[in-house]
């Protein structure tokens, strides 16, 4: 079956180390996205790719880092530089820019938190 | 200013019935979908029903159903005969002509009690 994982479901980590969090999707899509999602924030975009080797910043980047070297693969790096990174944070992939009807379609989610 | 808002926190329903969570949007992009989405306490993030802002009638997906004002900037989203499953929050999204990304509202916690 076509979806997206995201892995690990739960990550624990200390203040001060950088964290990479898992993104694959095996639809086919051409854009990926990143989100987090605080309580009572609702999600809020943190990056997004709409192809191969390009990706561009959402209203929260500062702290943040993804590459997009294969169309299967998005992961998303918190760095150090992320003053409250304890968060949810879910990974999206919809069909080409073009397409602006087609929904996005979520992982599961990873919950980080950071002590 | 907000492009998206969900005015309701919390909305309680009896099994049964039906129930109209609101959404208001702001956008001066003619070209525009709206999408709503249903999040249970496991976090994934379920796609429910699109509306174009050029499709003529309301849609409709099932037990759910969008009332589309355009003049009023409104996309309501409709549960009828409410289950305990339904019990989630729910989110109001849009996306704006030619951008990939959608916007989503701060969303609705929805509790169906039997």
């Given at each position: 079956d076509g979806g997206i994982t995201q892995s690990p479901k739960y990550l624990f980590r200390k203040e001060g180390q950088n964290v990479t969090l898992s993104c694959e999707q095996?639809?086919?899509?051409?854009a990926m996205y990143w989100y987090r999602q605080d309580p009572g924030q609702g999600l809020r975009l943190i990056y997004y790719s709409q192809i191969v080797n390009d990706f561009q910043k959402g209203d929260i980047a500062e702290g943040y880092s993804v590459s997009r070297e294969k169309k299967e693969s998005f992961p998303l790096t918190v760095t150090?530089?992320?003053?409250?990174?304890t968060a949810f944070y879910l990974c999206a992939s919809s069909l080409?820019?073009?397409?602006?009807?087609s929904p996005l379609h979520f992982g599961n989610g990873t919950r980080l938190t950071v002590t | 200013a907000q492009k998206i808002t969900q005015t309701q926190p919390g909305m309680f329903v009896q099994e049964k019935e039906a129930v109209t969570l609101d959404c208001t949007y702001d956008t001066s992009d003619p070209s525009y979908g709206l999408f709503w989405y249903k999040q249970p306490s496991s976090g994934e993030m379920i796609f429910l029903i699109y509306q174009g802002s050029y499709d003529q009638q309301n849609a409709t997906e099932g037990r759910y159903s969008l009332n589309f004002q355009k003049a009023r900037k409104s996309a309501n989203l409709v549960i009828s005969a409410s289950q305990l499953g339904d019990s989630a929050m729910y989110f109001c999204a849009m996306r704006e002509g030619g951008y990939s990304t959608l916007t989503f509202g701060k969303g609705t916690m929805l509790l169906v009690s039997p």
């Open positions: 095996n639809l086919n899509h051409d150090s530089a992320q003053k409250n990174p080409a820019k073009s397409s602006y009807n | -």
